[in-house]
């Protein structure tokens, strides 16, 4: 009776590949984390070889690439590759299709803040006029005596003037208390080269030839203006916050908690007259 060979029914799992061993049609081996099959009975012919072997499952050695808690398995142009914990609050981010991933930081286009300002400790109420005792006219100095920076913008205040730790593009904001000015502007002045602060050129990486500060017209009692700009302020130069105005007298009260040292629990309230807001912009 004749014999027929059916061949197997189903392939065989034989583990790691071996070069000594002897495959034959639909042995199952593993290599490299990926897994292939015998197509071509051999001995000796590694899995690379597509005379003999056809691949499966295409895989990595997944244990030895990555190792640590937070890491990330990713593929580049030659296998798998291990990209290790970035530092808390970064994101992935990817770098298209011929590049790997790699972790970024969230920027945002302003970043840094400060402001600069007088702070009014005296019983008496006051507006800016009152504190630095000028008149009205142009490129009048607004007074500053304080500032808090926790990112480090101010590199000193003295004398009303600021210098600036690093050069750049700032969004400035202006704030001032004053009594009755009428016409006005306000703006910041570079003291060092007795001119005008300059406005940032388009790519924000120069100073151009102008600024461009809001003017404003004020009647009655009293006037809070608060305008807002962008510079361009350099290392080693000193600034003020001046205002052009063709008015304005001091002013008082007696009512005791509009006084800068009025106190309350524990708590004194002071009166700020006088405040600028600088806002570092990012990648400048």
Known sequence: MATLNLGRIKPVFRGAYNNGTAYVVDDIVTSGGSSYICIQASTGNAVSSATYWTLMAEGGDVASTITTQGDILYRD????????AGTSGQFLKTQGASANPTWGTVTSNLTDTAWLEYQDATARFRDSQGISGRGSGDRIVV????????????????????????????????????HNIGHFKMYLYNDTDSKFAQRPTSALT????????????????GQNDNVGDCYYLETGHNYTFRTTQDNGSSFSTGT??????YTTSGVTSRNTVARVNLTKMSGV
């Open 77 to 84: 142009g030659s296998g798998l590759q291990r990209l290790g």
């Open 206 to 221: 120069a100073g151009d030839n102008y600024q461009a500060p809001i003017i404003g017209y004020a009647t009655g009692q």
């Open 256 to 261: 005791s908690q509009h006084y800068g040292d």
């Open 143 to 178: 007074p500053l005596n304080s500032y808090f920076d926790p990112y480090s913008l101010i590199n000193s205040l003295s004398g009303n003037q600021f210098t600036v730790t690093s050069t750049g593009a700032y969004f400035v904001d202006m704030y001032y208390s004053d």
